[in-house]
């Protein structure tokens, strides 16, 4: 008698069926936009300094809209608890500071909706800079 037969598929357990023997469904792997899934999944930072890179290279510091108090004003100590703790989470256009810590090493403006990850602006944090 010879090795047992395997039958194709796994029948039904993992969503395979008998024309998938992978015991994976095929899935669709477009998104809005025309986008491919792999193209989906990270966000990119076009540098001014570098061009468009990959989320994964920078550092996100965070607000770049609040100002730091004044440590000499009569309610510092409240102020900067406000400034260190408190944070609002806005929704839309919102302002922030990205490091590139893989490439140039600039600290950067970026304005990002914050619904889609879209990246609106681009600049340096030093407004005395400028890209090559």
């Given amino acids: 008698m010879g090795p047992p037969v395997k039958p194709e598929g796994d029948g039904g357990r993992n969503g ?3 024309k998938n ?8 792997t477009a998104l ?4 491919t899934r792999e193209e ?7 540098c001014p300094y570098c061009g468009a890179r990959d989320a994964h290279e920078f550092s996100y510091l965070g607000d ?12 510092a100590i409240d102020a900067f608890a406000a400034y260190v703790y408190e944070r609002s989470n806005p ?3 919102h302002d ?3 490091y590139h810590a893989a490439g140039c090493r600039r600290w950067l403006k970026v ?7 879209e990246i609106l602006a681009v600049g340096f944090a030093r407004a005395e800079e400028t890209a090559p």
């Fill in 16 to 18: 395979a069926d008998a």
């Fill in 21 to 28: 023997s992978g015991g994976v469904r095929e899935r669709d």
């Fill in 32 to 35: 809005a936009g025309g986008r």
């Fill in 40 to 46: 989906g999944l990270t966000m990119r930072i076009p």
């Fill in 64 to 75: 770049a809209t609040l100002a730091r108090p004044d440590p000499a004003a009569p309610d």
């Fill in 91 to 93: 929704e839309g256009p």
């Fill in 96 to 98: 922030e500071f990205w």
């Fill in 111 to 117: 304005t990002r909706n914050t619904r889609t990850h």
